[in-house]
């Protein structure tokens, strides 16, 4: 209730010709704009409307994974490099804190991205194009995508999502010629690594170990925060870790732990219960990993230490 009510039957007052041509205007106005949304779904050159469908981050994880492990071609900074053949379906995983895979793309070709998230909200960026998409968990985002110039792009993810948000940069390479890929260091990435494989009933050997590790160390996402370079700023590097003695919080209080087999396998099944001292504020998360899986890891951490 307003301090001083007004006079009854205002509104049947007639409207001065002013009010009435601001009203037309306004009318005018939102015709064009509601003309110009559908024109932009055609027309547009930013932010295409697309498709999207329901689906889990277990599904969508094994998808990718899956995706990633058939046509990867190769390796950069423990990010897979995947290149897709043109018009084909190409799954791209944002996660804390990495978009993966890396894409070789070709010039002037259609490609059908699919995106989504394995935990929290993330922004699909791709600079300095200015495109710009929200990736959800448990919704697959499908983009239709056709680069047009070729060049380096990164993928910049536009939602904070957690202390590692500003190292969460995803890449695209556009190509048009095979020389390209020289211009990336891509070179030696044309057809994908020789799977290791498991022979009958023979136990891997040491070798074939650290080979799985390492693949697994690519494709769960170990990656993102383990380096293997010496540069902790999310995680304890891997490099040079087996055998270390470590400090870490246990029950709140500080411990010395020696890391080996038993020390790792119980980071990676109850990551919470041992916190390395200086990564209290970027906890690690459970990663859908099996017991083999963490053998080959165990083998390839081993491998980082000799
Ligand atoms: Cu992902 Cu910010």
């Known amino acids: 209730m307003s301090l001083l009510s ?16 601001w009203m037309v205007i306004a009318l005018i106005l939102c015709l064009m704009m509601f003309v110009w949304m559908i024109m932009w779904h055609v027309y547009g050159k930013q932010n295409p409307s697309s498709l999207t469908y329901k689906t889990s981050t277990a599904e969508f994880s094994k998808l990718s994974e899956a995706y990633i492990k058939n046509n990867m071609v190769g390796v950069d900074k423990g990010i897979p490099v995947v290149r897709p053949k043109p018009n ?6 944002a996660e804390m804190w990495r978009w993966s895979p890396v894409l070789i793309l070709q010039k002037d070709q259609s490609y059908k991205l699919h995106i989504s998230s394995r935990d929290v909200l993330h922004g699909f960026s791709i600079q300095p194009v200015n495109m710009n998409f929200q990736v959800y968990p448990q919704y697959d985002y499908v983009l239709t995508f056709k680069p047009t110039e070729t060049g380096e792009y990164k993928v910049i993810c536009n939602e904070f999502c957690g202390i590692g948000h500003h190292t969460m940069i995803g890449k695209i390479v556009v190509i048009d010629k095979e020389e390209d890929l020289k211009l990336y260091g891509y070179e030696n990435m044309k057809k994908a690594p020789d799977p290791v494989v498991k022979k009958t009933n023979e136990p891997l050997t040491e070798q074939e170990m650290v080979l799985l ?26 490099n040079g870790l087996f055998g270390k003695s470590e400090e870490v919080r246990e029950n709140g209080k500080i411990i ?24 209290e504020k970027s906890p690690m998360p459970v990663f859908p990993v099996t017991d083999e899986d963490i053998d080959h ?7 980082l230490s000799k």
């Open 213 to 238: 590790g390492e693949q697994a160390y690519t494709l769960k996402g170990c990656a993102a925060c383990h380096k293997i370079d010496g540069t902790k700023e999310l995680a304890p590097a891997w």
């Open 256 to 279: 010395s732990v020696k890391v080996d087999e038993d020390y790792i396998k119980e980071s990676i099944k109850q990551p919470q219960q041992k916190i390395t001292v200086g990564f």
């Open 297 to 303: 890891i165990i083998a390839y951490i081993k491998s």
């Open 88 to 93: 084909s379906d190409v799954f791209v995983l």
């Open 6 to 21: 007004p006079v009854e039957g205002w509104y049947y007052k007639k409207v001065s010709k002013d009010e009435k041509m």
